[in-house]
């Protein structure tokens, strides 16, 4: 009986060492590895621009991209910057990247493929040390040309710690460069997610007395607010005294905060027969919920009609 009790703990004690010595070496090797979301973000974004550029490039720009890409930060940022010696400057056609985290995407219409590399290479540099990181990036920010700030705002919103890069896109709001500007209003959902109302207001502002279209801009819809309408209605009134008119796809902006002053703009828009006028004042009336803005619209019925088979909607207005 005790060689029996005996053996019997003898085999116990084996089955519990190689319990625990196979259950050691899985957490050491063979555990699987649960990857930062920050890099999963980072690697996705990577992905996608990668695959957009295959399919644009030559294999001998798709080579020198690839071996660009896996220098150190030194490499890379020169590789940023001689890109166009390698990687041709001809359009691409426009697809979007969704956002990480918010409701937003990138609408790359009007990129070239040496912007493309340059992004795709910015999407390289090891995010680990914050410090280190923003100051790589800035220090292109400090050196670019035209060329390389329009890479360099495209792809803010593809950045790693994205909010610390506001002040950033605040300076291309502010700029008079042209390519710039446009890098950062159009296409561009960082804006969107990240200016206050103060920026935001200023961006569209700047786009409207510039002429420029407002269509482009991510989340115009969504950032509406009752001060930026108040100062469109105060535009207005500036350019009607110049005899100067105001693109009709503004007044959208003012939706849903019409107050009895931008009634009377939309009755003014109403008298001038145009007809971009009279439907932006329409489709603004519609919606409003305004009581004035009900009379009126009932008033002006007459008006509408003349639209014939003209498109009642805001899409017919982006020009």
């Not at 009279?278 to 489709?283: D, M, R, S, V, W």
Request: net charge neutral.
């Amino acid at each position: 009986m005790p060689d029996k009790i005996t053996g019997f703990k003898t085999l116990i004690t084996k089955i519990l060492v190689f319990y625990y010595t196979f259950s050691f070496s899985y957490v050491i090797f063979d555990k699987p590895q649960i990857l930062n979301t920050k890099n999963q973000r980072f690697m996705s974004y990577k992905q996608e621009i990668f695959d957009v550029f295959e399919n644009n490039a030559s294999p001998e720009e798709i080579e020198w991209l690839q071996k660009q890409a896996e220098k150190n930060t030194t490499g890379i940022k020169m590789a940023f910057v001689g890109a166009p010696r390698f990687i041709s400057k001809k359009g691409i056609s426009p697809f979007t990247i969704s956002v990480k985290e918010s409701n937003f995407d990138v609408s790359a219409a009007n990129w070239s493929l040496d912007q493309l590399a340059r992004i795709y290479l910015l999407l390289h540099f090891d995010p680990t040390d914050k410090d280190s990181y923003f100051s790589t990036i800035e220090s292109l920010f400090l050196s670019a040309d035209i060329n390389e700030a329009v890479a360099l705002y495209s792809a803010l919103p593809l950045l790693e710690y994205r909010k610390d890069w506001t002040f950033r896109a605040t300076e291309a709001v502010r700029t008079n460069i042209g390519e710039v500007f446009d890098a950062i209003a159009f296409g561009n959902p960082f804006p969107a997610i990240h200016f206050n109302k103060q920026a935001w207001n200023q961006l569209i502002l700047k786009c409207i007395f510039n002429e420029k279209s407002i269509h482009r801009i991510v989340g115009l819809d969504e950032r509406r607010n009752e001060k930026l309408a108040i100062s469109i209605s105060d535009f207005a009134h500036e350019r009607w005294a110049a005899n100067r008119t105001v693109p009709p796809l503004i007044w959208k902006l003012t939706i849903p905060y019409v107050n009895d002053q931008i009634v009377k703009d939309l009755d003014y828009l109403m008298k001038t027969g145009d007809n971009d006028n009279i439907l932006a004042a329409f489709l603004v009336l519609k919606a409003s919920t305004n009581s004035n803005g009900k009379a009126l619209l009932n008033k002006q019925k007459s008006k509408i009609e003349t639209l014939g088979d003209t498109q009642l909607t805001w899409k017919y207005l982006e020009k």
